[in-house]
């Protein structure tokens, strides 16, 4: 069974930062790339960052230059590290393999308000 545990998100004032980790579990431990996603209130889930096994990294234009995406493949655990954060930010975010598998976790609530 897969297991997808997201950590790390909290409230913070706009231009803080906040590090989400995720760890996972199960055959989608073998898949070649994991990404981060997030769903605002009212809106689609959007994929926000990927990386390969190999660390080949992609972005939504949104977070560039702000957010890094990286990973422990021996850990099964993959990080997201959010800098200069703004009130769009806000948003309930998730980790998956990219394509995402049929399954999501919990995920982890990131608030940005002052």
């Known amino acids: 069974q897969v297991q997808l545990v997201e950590s790390g998100g909290g409230l913070v004032q706009p231009g803080w930062a906040l590090r989400l980790s995720c760890a996972f579990s199960?055959?989608?431990?073998?898949?070649?790339?994991m990404g981060w996603y997030r769903q605002a209130p009212g809106k689609q889930r959007e994929l926000v960052a990927s990386i390969t096994r190999s660390g080949i990294t992609d972005y939504a234009d949104s977070v560039k230059g702000r957010f890094t995406i990286s990973r422990d493949n021996a850990k099964n655990t993959v990080f997201l590290q959010m800098n200069s954060l703004k009130s769009e930010a806000t948003a309930r975010y998730y980790c998956n393999s990219r394509p995402a598998y049929d399954y999501w976790g919990q995920g982890t609530q990131v608030t940005v308000s002052s």
């Open positions: 199960g055959s989608i431990f073998r898949t070649y790339a």
